[in-house]
């Protein structure tokens, strides 16, 4: 079994002549196949497309794969996946006590298990991670999915925020592997603790099948979606008021949390009663539901670094299922729409504003004619087959490292 102790410089290490060269793929999986990944994250496992993709790239690679998650009471069974499974049952649902109970569990499970290498998922999993890492002498691999200490819900509580901060400086410095979503996370870690960040994003795997996109039919009300979480921030209630001044179209909200209660009273209120809530769904249903959809939007407000520097996988699985986008004006989305050429960026989330924007990008033939072109460009370049590489080789140099050790 692997034994290494955690290195603070392992960007520093893997550029070193002995790692410039790595095996053949056929070696190196013959290296790999008696590795065991503990991969841990506080979600239900159900619907994080992102664990999920990253655990099943390790497996393609030979590692043997366990992901730990939490089970709620109304949790639906997981289909059967390509790696092991593993949900707790805990007393708590949210808060600090929720937080204690699921990293003194994580930890004791991971102290005991037979793992080689360890992949926090967020920082809310990496206290566990870091001290069951330092007493086993493994490597702990950290993939943050957000920047966890600048999320709304902490920007108005400063003092929250300035414990989750300490828990991220005393944990990444031992940290030997670290990922994460956008550029300019990775240029904010990189500035704030000098530790260097890959950048993995969020990308969805390669429709297998032929799209052929929609446009609005005759008769009928176009459907405009919103996939994801149902939080503050996220530019919904401007989206639900802006329906109001655009009953032709439909707006259909697939996702749950902490305010969806608020926004079915808002949308209820409404005299165009075109807004539908679909609540959480399977990745497959999510998948083909966002194919009958004409136009995807992703309107997060900025309220703070998180969704400053965001870049949602929401966009990616509109650009998959050849859909043209209205996004904030934030850095990172606004670059790949302007790349790419595939929707409109919203100058305001003003209520009328937004739904002017809806408005063109549904009915103006000529741009969506070209945003179509730009989109197919684009669904075949940002897939996670093309992503999952820098994942693979990094993870590669990891192990090579260990095992001269």
Known sequence: ??????????????????????????????????????????????????????????????????????????SPVLAPRAYETRRMHLWFRKGPQFYAEYNV?????????????????????????????????????????????????????????????????????????????SPSIADHYYKQYG???????????RNSQPITPTSPDVGSRPVIIYQGALNKGRGLESAIR?????????????????????????????????????????????????????????????LGLNYRYALPNKLFDYIQARIPVVVSDLPEMRRIVEQYGIGMIATSNQPQTLASHFRTALFVTSLRTE??????????????ENEEKVLLDAFSKLVIFAFKQ
């Open 105 to 181: 569990r994580l930890f004791f499970r991971l102290l005991f298990s037979g793992a080689d290498v360890l992949l926090a998922n967020d920082l809310d999993t990496l206290v566990a991670n870091v001290l069951a890492g330092k007493l086993k002498r493994i490597p702990v691999v950290y993939d943050s999915h957000e920047l966890f200490t600048g999320v709304p819900e902490l920007v108005d509580r400063p003092r929250v925020r300035k414990i989750w901060q300490w828990i991220e400086r005393k944990c990444l410095p031992h940290v030997a592997l670290a990922f994460t979503v």
């Open 371 to 384: 945003w179509l072109r730009g989109l197919e460009r684009a669904a075949n370049e940002l897939t996670w």
């Open 195 to 205: 530790i260097p960040f890959r950048v993995v994003r969020n990308l969805p795997a």
């Open 1 to 74: 079994m692997l034994r290494i102790a955690i290195t603070d410089n392992f960007d520093r290490m893997t550029s070193s002549k002995r790692m410039t060269s790595l095996p053949r793929m056929s070696s190196f999986k013959k290296m790999s196949s008696s590795l065991t990944i503990y991969s841990s994250v506080t979600t239900d496992l159900v619907t994080d497309n992102r664990v999920d993709k990253v655990c099943t790239s390790l497996g393609k690679m030979g590692y043997q794969v366990v992901l730990t998650g939490r089970r709620y009471q109304d």
């Open 242 to 302: 802006a329906m109001e001044f655009l009953p032709e179209a439909q707006l259909v909200i697939a996702g749950a949390g902490d305010i969806e209660q608020d926004l079915k009273q808002m949308a209820a209120q409404s005299t165009t009663g075109n807004v539908t809530f679909k609540g959480r769904l399977t990745l497959d249903q999510l998948t083909r539901l966002t194919r009958t959809a004409s136009l995807g939007i992703s309107v997060e407000e900025d």
